[in-house]
């Protein structure tokens, strides 16, 4: 049976300030119509979800690809994963260095590898032997960004508390992600983070890791997920909504639950996309705002703000 398509993106939760709202909406628009283009010509929900976040990488705005955060020691290390949401493969990259769009390494290693992970310099291999250009790290690092970690470092050595995951708008968290149903009624999902600033080098977060900052199976929900990811991982909360939706409950009832079971766990922040395989969908976030999008036969909607307090949950 042929669906009505659907994509979903986020472009990171966060306090993002007013000077950058327009950025946030503008590449999370573009990026929608990237993705749309090829599931109006019945693509796939993989090479949509892939395209989507390429785009995104490749817009400054955002913590992904160039422009990412840097490390402790002044370096972009980049993350990603892509699920097949008809198959269960999964492609996923972390610490990269020299890979312009993680997100495509990522899928390289779903479909030309037996495996699931690369890191490091393994991952860069074996991109590269599939036919990936390595750059110098430098391509992916912004004047920018040095100078936001060298205002956190000065903070910190000054012995102000930790910021981070704090929502200050010189803390942001622009994770990227995007979920999508194709016509053929298959689900997918991809994340991409250039993880937090003044992170120590080697740290992974959640974005790439299945099942916490991204999953996808068509038998239940395709979801990604954007913000604090030591508290994410810790409750493998990508997973956690997708079960809820296998169990019965509605993508729009699921995430905000997953959002306030978040909070009251571990006391985390952050947002989610969720995406159903009859194309209901559910978008929420407990900062205080979350760039997002979705484009659907009737055209694209894209915001800033679309944040439901209920502290409604499930255990």
């Given amino acids: 049976m042929t669906r009505s398509p659907i994509l979903l993106i986020h472009g990171g939760a966060w306090d993002i300030p007013a000077d950058l709202l327009d950025a946030h909406e503008q590449g999370v628009f573009d990026a929608l119509q ?8 019945d693509g796939s929900a993989l090479d949509a979800v892939e395209t989507a976040v390429t785009a995104l990488e490749n817009d400054p705005a955002f913590d992904a690809g160039r422009g990412s955060f840097l490390t402790r020691d002044g370096r972009v290390q980049l993350d990603a994963l892509i699920m097949d949401g008809a198959t269960l493969r999964a492609g996923g990259v972390a610490c990269v260095e020299r890979i312009r769009n993680p997100i495509q390494a990522a899928r390289l290693v779903l ?7 690369f890191v490091g310099p393994g991952a860069e291999e074996f991109a590269q032997s599939q036919g990936m250009t390595l750059i110098d790290n430098s391509e992916l690092v912004l004047d920018r ?6 205002e956190a470092q000065a903070r910190e050595q000054a012995g102000a508390p930790d910021r981070t995951f704090s929502g200050h708008p010189e803390d942001s968290h622009d994770t990227v992600g995007a979920v999508a149903l194709d016509s053929q009624g298959r689900l997918a999902a991809a ?9 120590d080098p080697g740290r992974v977060g959640d974005s ?25 991982m810790k409750l493998v909360l990508g997973k956690w909504a997708t079960d809820r939706v296998l169990a019965g409950r509605s993508p729009e ?15 985390g922040h952050g947002g989610i996309i969720l995406l159903a395989p009859d194309g209901r969908y559910g ?7 979350m760039a997002w999008g979705v ?4 055209g694209p909607r894209v915001g800033t703000i679309l944040r439901d307090d209920s502290e409604t949950e499930e255990e």
């Fill in 111 to 117: 479909d030309k590898s037996p495996h699931v992970y």
């Fill in 34 to 41: 990237e993705g749309w283009r090829l599931l109006e010509h």
């Fill in 208 to 232: 790439s890791l299945i099942g916490c900052g991204c999953y996808a199976d068509n038998a239940s929900a395709a979801v990604s997920l954007t913000g604090w990811g030591e508290p994410i």
């Fill in 191 to 199: 994340t991409s983070t250039g993880g937090t600033l003044n992170k």
């Fill in 295 to 298: 484009h659907t036969a009737d």
């Fill in 283 to 289: 978008l929420a976030h407990n900062t205080p705002r």
């Fill in 145 to 150: 960004e040095r100078r936001r970690l060298a």
């Fill in 253 to 267: 009832q699921v995430a905000p639950e997953a959002m306030a079971y978040l909070l009251r766990r571990t006391g």
